[in-house]
């Protein structure tokens, strides 16, 4: 980044206003961008209250993390039929929906024509440039604040209209810039959309190999091995399995030893949300007589969801106990732990746990039950490994597209708040 944008970005940051930029109701901006003005007076959107659809369009429903999508993709049981949708707004691609109750607040772009609830507000876009750049600009940190600053001034479980949200400031650049910044920030979409799809590729094939790899009834072996395979249960390939230890919220402290717990345990990989870590104190895991988890380890979920998804623990420089919803195993041998953490995450391991654990009524599986999984496995240790570097080299592919991806939302987020803010300004 340039020395002058970084000084830029300062000033604003210090509230100080540097040459070409000027203070608005909506924030410093540059000094050439389109007067600020009302949303409602802006001309760029009109309150869209379509009611005139027959009933024959598919309900959406508004979501914080997949934007809108038809409510059969939340809830596949509902029956459309039984609900009264005569008061139902009618939705366009390309219009935007907004829900603003006072516990809820977003704006969303939508891909659908269908039906929303009453309770939305939908605006619908007067000039097509406004639906590439408007997408990403209600999503700025910036025009968030002033969003959530509008629903928290009502009174609780009052609705927002179309009255109070048009009274929110809008600030924009000249059309040639918003038509350049929307081709930077499409150009984003593009790559993330490119990769996610990439990943899932990626996840399918790796699925194809552990469906051929770990199951000898598929008759699919890896050049130059033959032989038989076995099938132990997990008991007999341990030296132990134990479960975690009791923690309650008092005997927690702000520094200590790690507590791991069920949300930690991700399928095949440790998720360590440190943002969120617990801890217990050197005094409490000798009182307590607790178990340290040790690399090496295997840490297996009694509680969904799913039941019985498992990691291996690795180059953990702390201390660490688990909590009792989660069991420690310990196997005889590295190589048959990293044999067994790549079975954990196939189709075949959680059918197993689903059974053991009684079926979908049960909400936890025990550590009894834990210890009569039958794991299919190659005779000859060579093959074992042979196994485990094809699917680990597979996750190891994944995590690093999964980076990547991270990478280029955080660009894509950072480039939204610098191009959107008029910090930085593109070449036309």
Not at 148 to 173: C, M, S, W
Not at 270 to 298: P, Q
Not at 358 to 371: F, L, M, W, Y
């Amino acid at each position: 980044m340039k020395v002058e944008i970084k000084e830029r970005i300062e000033q604003v940051r210090r509230g100080e206003i540097s040459n070409q930029y000027r203070r608005t109701r909506a924030g410093i901006m540059p000094e050439d961008w389109i007067k600020t003005e009302p949303l409602k007076a802006a001309n760029l959107f009109r309150n869209h209250t379509n009611k005139k659809h027959g009933g024959a369009f598919e309900v959406l429903s508004v979501t914080q993390d997949r934007g809108i999508i038809p409510r059969t993709e939340v809830d596949i049981d509902i029956k459309y039929a039984e609900e009264n949708i005569s008061g139902y707004k009618k939705v366009d691609d390309g219009d935007f929906v907004i829900s603003l109750r006072s516990f809820q607040g977003g704006i969303e772009y939508s891909e659908y024509e269908g039906l929303v609830s009453p309770a939305y507000t939908v605006l619908k876009p007067i000039r097509s440039i406004v639906n590439d750049y408007y997408k990403a600009y209600f999503k700025t940190e910036d025009f968030i604040s002033r969003l959530n600053a509008t629903v928290y001034g009502i009174r609780d479980g009052k609705q927002v209209g179309y009255e109070d949200f048009g009274e929110l400031v809008l600030h924009y650049p000249p059309t040639d810039e918003q038509e350049k910044i929307a081709e930077i920030l499409t150009h984003c979409d593009t790559v993330i959309e490119l990769k996610k799809q990439f990943i899932e590729e990626k996840r399918r094939q790796k699925k194809y190999l552990m469906q051929n790899l770990l199951n000898p009834d598929k008759g699919v072996r890896l050049p130059g091995f033959e032989g038989k395979w076995l099938k132990k249960t997990l008991r007999t390939l341990c030296t132990e399995i134990i479960d975690g230890d009791w923690i309650e919220s008092k005997d927690q402290s702000d520094s200590g030893i790690r507590l791991i717990q069920t949300g930690n345990i991700g399928i095949g990989s440790f998720l360590d949300k440190f943002e969120r870590a617990k801890y217990i104190s050197e005094d409490t895991f000798a009182r307590l007589h607790c178990t340290e988890v040790l690399n090496g380890d295997i840490l297996i979920s009694r509680l969904p969801d799913p039941i019985g998804r498992a990691c291996i623990i690795s180059s953990r420089k702390e201390r660490a106990i688990t909590a009792v919803d989660c069991s420690i195993v310990r196997l005889k041998a590295k190589l048959v732990a990293e044999y067994f953490i790549q079975y954990a995450c196939s189709d075949a391991y959680f059918k197993q746990i689903a059974v053991l654990s009684g079926g979908s009524t049960r909400t936890r599986i025990s550590r009894k039950e834990i210890e009569k999984l039958k794991i299919s496995l190659p005779g000859d240790i060579k093959e074992q490994i042979a196994i485990s570097t094809i699917l680990s080299t597979a996750d190891r592919e994944i995590d690093l597209l999964e980076q990547e991806l991270t990478q280029w939302q955080a660009k894509k987020k950072s480039l939204m708040q610098l191009l959107l803010t008029g910090l930085v300004r593109v070449k036309i």
